[in-house]
């Protein structure tokens, strides 16, 4: 996997190019060659072309594809999205119960935000930042179970 492919040299663009044209990689100076079996997955933001770099565009014709994203359209897919994206240990479920409630509250802050005129449209409200808002909730909950002594689930349902 290759993120952000603008921000890579053309020299570089154009040795992937290679690869994907010949299937093989050449060794300078030696006439040998390795072949290659592979898959690569490229990802780059669509506004980044022109502030930050482009794709050489040998190597977008040879890509083929374009998969656009967009954000979760309703509460309960985003919410899904958190669940299964946030890194929370099993200690951590041990000790902390997260109420629905407050799930819900840290998903609408996003959607909020999103339709936010004081956010650039092109940069937007990923859902990064509600993978890690739920994190930090978590830890924010165990941290206070530690320092008060709670033995379980004391949790963010109060």
């Known amino acids: ?3 952000e ?3 890579l040299q053309a020299r570089i663009q154009v040795a992937l ?3 994907l044209e010949e299937g093989d990689v050449q060794i300078r100076g030696f006439k040998l060659r390795l072949p290659l079996d592979i898959l690569f997955v490229f990802t780059a933001n669509p506004e980044d072309y022109t502030n930050r770099g482009a794709i050489v565009t040998p190597l977008k014709d040879r890509i083929e594809s374009q ?3 967009h954000y979760p359209k309703d509460l309960d897919t ?3 999205i958190t669940e299964q994206e946030a890194e929370v240990g099993e200690e951590q479920k041990a000790v ?3 109420s629905d409630l407050v799930k819900r509250l840290i998903e609408q802050v996003a959607f909020e935000a999103r339709g936010s005129e004081f956010v650039d449209k092109k940069s937007g409200v990923s859902a990064r930042l509600t993978i890690s808002a739920f994190e930090n909730a978590i830890s924010a909950a165990e ?4 320092v008060n002594n709670e033995k379980a ?3 963010l349902d109060q």
């Open 96 to 98: 902390v119960k997260v």
């Open 5 to 7: 492919l603008p921000d």
């Open 153 to 155: 689930n004391p949790g």
């Open 17 to 19: 190019f290679n690869i």
């Open 143 to 146: 941290r206070r179970a530690i």
């Open 78 to 80: 985003a919410l899904a």
């Open 1 to 3: 996997m290759i993120n």
């Open 67 to 69: 998969i656009l994203t």
